[in-house]
T-cell receptor
Framework: GDSVTQMEGPVTLSEEAFLTINCTYT??????LFWYVQYPGEGLQLLLK?????DKGSNKGFEATYRKETTSFHLEKGSVQVSDSAVYFC???????????FGTGTRLQVFP | DSGVTQTPKHLITATGQRVTLRCSPR?????VYWYQQSLDQGLQFLIQ???????AKGNILERFSAQQFPDLHSELNLSSLELGDSALYFC?????????????????FGEGSRLTVL
C-alpha cells in the first residue's frame, strides 16, 4: 500500500549546521509530496511541496527535490537555526484519492 | 494562526467516559478532517467531512463518531474511553477536499485538543 518512511529522530544539531531529514515513499499512483512542520504547542503547517518528478519545493531556506527514481523527498537546509527546532512530517497524496498519508515525524533539536 | 479553532485545548477524564471535541474551520473552508496523534502511532487520519457530508473514513474506532454541522463546524465524539485513547486530536480544514482536482495539498491545522484518559 501507499506509505511514507522517515528517519527516526531526534536529530540534534548545532546552530548553522547542515540538515538532512530522509523521506522515502511507496505509492501506487502519482503522488504529490509534502513536508509539514509542527512547532512546539502548535498544529502542523505546510512547509513545502512538489507535485511531480524533479520538482523542487522550497520555503524558509528548506528545500526538497522529488526524486522518482529513488522514491525520495529528502528535506535539507544549509544552516539551521534554533528556531527551526520542531517536528517535521513528510507526507503524500495520490491524485484523485482521498488519501493524505503522513510519515511518523522526525524531531529536530537545534542548540546554540 | 491557521484560522482553525479547536476546543477544549486540554481535557482530562476517566475511563468509560464520553467527551466531545469541537472544531471551527477556517472561514470559507468546506472540508474538515480529524487526526489522532499519539506517541507510538504518529498521525492517524480518522475521518473527513465535506459540506456536512462524510467523505472519507480512516482508522476511526466504532466508539468514535463525528459530524459536521450546517455552519461547517465539526464535533468529534469519543465514548467508552480507554487509556489508549489518550492522544492529541487535531482538526484540519481545506477549501476543497482531498481527492479533487482543485486540492492544493495544504491542510490548515488547529492547535489540537489534548485528551488524557486516567
Amino acid at each position: 500500500g501507499d506509505s511514507v518512511t522517515q528517519m527516526e529522530g531526534p536529530v540534534t544539531l548545532s546552530e548553522e549546521a547542515f540538515l538532512t531529514i530522509n523521506c522515502t515513499y511507496t505509492a501506487t499512483g502519482y503522488p504529490s509530496l509534502f513536508w509539514y512542520v509542527q512547532y512546539p504547542g502548535e498544529g502542523l503547517q505546510l512547509l513545502l511541496k512538489a507535485t511531480k518528478a524533479d520538482d523542487k519545493g522550497s520555503n524558509k531556506g528548506f528545500e526538497a527535490t522529488y526524486r522518482k527514481e529513488t522514491t525520495s523527498f529528502h528535506l535539507e537546509k544549509g544552516s539551521v537555526q534554533v528556531s527551526d527546532s520542531a517536528v517535521y512530517f513528510c507526507a503524500l497524496t495520490i491524485y484523485n484519492t482521498d488519501k493524505l498519508i503522513f510519515g511518523t515525524g522526525t524531531r529536530l533539536q537545534v542548540f546554540p | 494562526d491557521s484560522g482553525v479553532t479547536q476546543t477544549p485545548k486540554h481535557l482530562i477524564t476517566a475511563t468509560g467516559q464520553r467527551v466531545t471535541l469541537r472544531c471551527s474551520p477556517r472561514s470559507g473552508d468546506l472540508s474538515v478532517y480529524w487526526y489522532q496523534q499519539s506517541l507510538d502511532q504518529g498521525l492517524q487520519f480518522l475521518i473527513q467531512y465535506y459540506n456536512g457530508e462524510e467523505r472519507a473514513k480512516g482508522n476511526i474506532l466504532e466508539r468514535f463518531s463525528a459530524q459536521q454541522f450546517p455552519d461547517l463546524h465539526s464535533e468529534l465524539n469519543l465514548s467508552s474511553l480507554e487509556l489508549g485513547d489518550s492522544a492529541l486530536y487535531f482538526c484540519a480544514s481545506s477549501v476543497v477536499p482531498l481527492g479533487t482536482s482543485g486540492f492544493t495539498g495544504e491542510l490548515f491545522f488547529g492547535e489540537g485538543s489534548r485528551l488524557t484518559v486516567l
